[in-house]
C-alpha cells in the first residue's frame, strides 16, 4: 500500500516537475523516492521535495506514508533503553553511559536488545514486530551483530516476518541471534530453515532457540541449514520438547561439511535418553562434530544416565 502511494505519488510528480527531475520517466522518478524513502532518515525524501513547487504537493501522500514509518521505528527505538556499551558500540568507540536509543543509532548499532526485561518485563507487541520487520526491509542493518529477542511472544508469525527480510539479505552480519522463550513452534522454525536455505546469515556462530514448542518437527526442519552454517559454534535447544528422534535429525548421517565449527549443543531439559546419546556417541566416532567440546550441562535435567554421558565425555576427552 505504502509503495503504491509512493508511485502515485511519484507519476503525479513527473507531470509538473520542473528541471532535470522532469524530465524523468515516471519508473525512474519512482526509483528515486522509493530509494530515498528511509523510516530512520526521512529528511532525505523530505529534502528532495522542497526542492521545487512542482515536486512538494505530488509527493505529499508518499511523504505521509513516510511519517508513519518513521514515527513506528521511533517509538520502537523508545523502548531500547539500557547502556549504550550493550545498545550501540560504535566501532573503535564505546560510551559508557547511558543513552537513549535513536533512529540515527540504530542504523550503525552492532549489538541491539529486545529482550522483554530491558523495559520492565513488557514484551514486543505484535506491532513492535512488524515494524522491526519493516527496519530489516528498508535499512538491512548492515552492521547488526547481535539480536536478542529473548522472551517476546513473537510467535510463528514473528518469526516469519523477521525470517523473510532475513533470507532478502538483511543483517548480513549477524553473529548472534537470540530467540529463546518466544514462542516459537514448527511453522517458524519452517520459515528460519527457508531463510537459511536461501542464505541467509551465513556469518551466524551463535542460534539461542530454546524454551520454544519445536518438537521433533521443528529441530528437523531446521537441521539440513544448521548442519551446513560454516560459522556456526553454538546452538542452544534447551527445552524445545524433542527427544531422541529430534536427536537423531541432528546427527545422524554427518557429511563431511557439516557441523565443522560446532563446538556447543544445548540439550538440557528435553525428553533424550540414552539410545539419543548413544547416537551422538556414534556420530562422533564416524568423524563428525570434529569441534564438539564438553561442558557439563550439556544434557541436564534428562534421563540419560551417566554411563551415557561418561561415553560421550570420554570421546570428547582429547579436546
Request: hydrophobic content about 45%.
Amino acid at each position: 500500500m505504502a509503495s503504491r502511494a509512493t508511485r502515485s505519488a511519484s507519476r503525479a510528480a513527473a507531470a509538473v516537475a520542473t528541471g532535470p527531475l522532469g524530465a524523468l520517466s515516471h519508473d525512474e522518478l519512482g526509483v528515486i523516492v522509493d530509494g530515498l524513502a528511509d523510516p530512520l532518515q526521512p529528511v532525505v525524501a523530505v529534502a528532495l521535495s522542497s526542492t521545487c513547487l512542482g515536486l512538494r504537493t505530488p509527493l505529499q501522500a508518499a511523504l505521509e506514508v513516510l511519517q508513519q514509518r518513521h514515527e513506528r521505528a521511533t517509538a520502537l527505538c523508545r523502548k531500547l533503553r539500557d547502556s549504550s556499551t550493550w545498545l550501540y558500540r560504535p566501532h573503535g568507540y564505546k560510551v559508557m553511559r547511558f543513552v537513549p536509543m535513536t533512529c540515527v543509532l540504530l542504523r550503525d548499532a552492532d549489538i541491539v536488545e529486545l529482550h522483554s526485561t530491558t523495559w520492565n518485563h513488557q514484551s514486543l507487541t505484535t506491532d513492535d514486530v512488524a515494524t522491526l520487520a519493516m527496519i530489516l526491509r528498508t535499512n538491512g542493518l548492515p552492521k547488526m551483530q547481535r539480536l536478542n529477542l529473548k522472551g517476546n511472544d513473537l510467535g510463528d508469525a514473528g518469526v516469519q516476518a523477521l525470517s523473510e527480510e532475513f533470507g532478502n539479505g538483511a543483517a548480513p552480519s549477524l553473529r548472534y541471534l537470540v530467540l529463546t522463550q518466544s514462542n516459537v513452534g514448527p511453522v517458524g522454525a519452517e520459515a528460519l530453515s527457508a531463510a537459511l536455505r536461501r542464505g541467509a546469515l551465513p556469518k551466524l556462530t551463535n542460534l539461542e532457540i530454546a524454551r520454544n514448542p519445536l518438537g521433533n518437527q521443528g529441530v528437523a526442519t531446521l537441521a539440513a541449514p544448521l548442519r551446513k552454517l560454516p560459522a556456526l559454534t553454538e546452538l542452544s535447544l534447551d527445552d524445545c520438547e524433542i527427544d531422541d528422534g529430534g536427536v537423531a535429525s541432528l546427527v545422524d548421517n554427518l557429511g563431511k561439511d557439516d557441523f565443522q565449527s560446532l563446538q556447543y549443543l544445548w540439550l538440557e531439559g528435553n525428553k533424550i535418553t540414552d539410545a539419543g546419546i548413544t547416537k551422538i556417541a556414534a556420530a562422533i566416532r564416524a568423524g563428525g562434530l570434529p569441534k564438539m567440546r564438553r561442558h557439563t550441562s550439556m544434557f541436564g535435567r534428562t534421563s540419560v544416565s551417566a554411563s551415557a554421558v561418561q561415553a560421550v565425555w570420554d570421546l570428547l576427552a582429547w579436546r
